[in-house]
């Protein structure tokens, strides 16, 4: 993951690849990551939900399939849906001549800036942090909900609306039931991730309109911006363990959640 990474971001003459690309190498990321995860996990260590490391790959791996979805081809055979649906949207809002101002370049270092920065964080840091899991889960159920919504208000199925339905929604709900629980998280931290992700796509979107659209910053800053936004949770409630215990109120006494 961390030689990706830095084949992703540093400049080796494969940015042009990448740009057009990368949501079909997510999708091969993906299994890759799921085999990973399982393979890792011992013998004695409880359920999927019970197993922070492997919930934050399931997540991440979610992600990637939803990125997919939205970016690739979408269930009504589209190819590369979001980048109309996007570029309209900022024409009816910004004026006409401002459509394809989102390019190829920007949907990739948006969705790959933040996203995958807390998804392969939080799998990094899971033996020891918890809540880079708990905002990568309040990610994809404030994405899927807000795919809902739109899939409601426009009575018809958006790109993505598939994987936030059947993926993002109830994995991530269940994922947050199972942690506070057993005492891995509090009511506290479990808000906090739903926060994180809400305002994650608040900057997402309003960064967006602000640096590519009305040229109020220069975007190579919006960027950074998504990045660092994506490092955020590991500085927050930095105390936890990665399983869950045999005993969840011993567990408790053991790893305060803040």
Do not use: C
């Not at 085999?35 to 791996?61: G, K, N, Q």
């Amino acid at each position: 993951m961390v030689v990706f990474a830095l084949m992703a971001w540093v400049p080796l003459g494969q940015q042009a690849f990448m740009e057009e690309h990368w949501m079909k190498i997510g999708a091969y990321i993906a299994p890759v990551l799921m085999f990973l995860a399982f393979h890792r996990r011992r013998v004695h260590e409880p359920r999927i939900l019970s197993d922070v490391t492997l919930m934050a790959s399931l997540l991440t791996a979610a992600y990637l399939l939803h990125q997919v979805e939205e970016h690739w081809v979408d269930l009504m055979g589209r190819p590369y849906p979001l980048y109309d649906f996007l570029n309209t949207l900022i024409a009816d809002v910004a004026g006409e001549d401002r459509y394809g101002v989102l390019t190829p370049s920007a949907i990739f270092y948006v969705n790959a800036g933040m996203v995958w920065t807390v998804g392969f964080v939080s799998i990094l840091v899971s033996p020891k942090y918890v809540f880079p899991a708990i905002a990568m889960a309040g990610l994809t159920i404030v994405n899927g909900v807000a795919h809902a919504l739109n899939g409601l208000a426009y009575q018809s199925y958006n790109s993505g609306l598939a994987t936030g339905l059947l993926i993002f929604i109830p994995v991530g709900i269940l994922f947050y039931r199972r942690l506070l629980r057993d005492g891995m998280a509090s009511r506290t931290m479990l808000g906090a991730g739903l926060l994180w992700g809400l305002l994650g796509h608040v900057f997402l979107f309003a960064g967006l309109f602000a640096a590519n659209v009305y040229g109020m910053f220069p975007v190579s800053l919006y960027y950074a911006g998504l990045i660092i936004w994506g490092l955020v949770p590991i500085a927050l409630f930095r105390r936890g363990a990665s399983t869950f215990q045999d005993h969840p109120t011993e567990a408790s006494s053991r790893h305060r959640p803040y």
